[in-house]
């Protein structure tokens, strides 16, 4: 199976910006995809984006997108997830996803890291 580990995380300043990493490691596959979630107390998990790990097609959110970008460095074995113009209510904790299907399905994605917290003052 695949592993991954998630780092990066910390807290900012709004407006600030972060880049959060994930390292995978294991089983991966030309069609894996890779995906970003983030899950604030008390709300429900939400889908942010994902990338596909051998074409390097993307997919994110509209109501994130322009903000946050996922890229990949394969020689790394790593998916990033770029945050801009951040503000308190992107206070979460950000978890890497893998997974096969729809790159744009968030059900696609079935293992997980152990996430990592950001956390945006004012």
């Known amino acids: 199976q695949v592993r991954l580990v998630e780092s990066g995380g910390g807290s900012v300043q709004a407006g600030d910006s972060l880049t959060l990493s994930c390292v995978a490691s294991?089983?991966?596959?030309?069609?894996?995809?890779m995906g970003w979630f983030r899950q604030a107390p008390g709300k429900d998990r939400q889908f942010i984006g994902g990338?596909?790990?051998?074409?390097?097609?993307?997919y994110h959110q509209d109501s994130l997108k322009g903000r946050f970008t996922i890229s990949k460095d394969n020689a790394k074995n790593t998916v990033y997830l770029s945050m801009n113009s951040l503000e308190p209510e992107d206070t979460a904790v950000y978890y890497c996803?893998?997974?096969?299907?729809?790159?744009?399905?968030?059900?696609?994605?079935?293992?997980w890291g152990q996430g990592t917290q950001v956390t945006v003052s004012s």
């Open positions: 996803a893998a997974g096969s299907g729809v790159l744009s399905w968030s059900k696609s994605y079935s293992f």
């Open positions: 294991g089983r991966i596959f030309r069609n894996t995809l």
């Open positions: 990338i596909s790990w051998s074409g390097g097609n993307t």
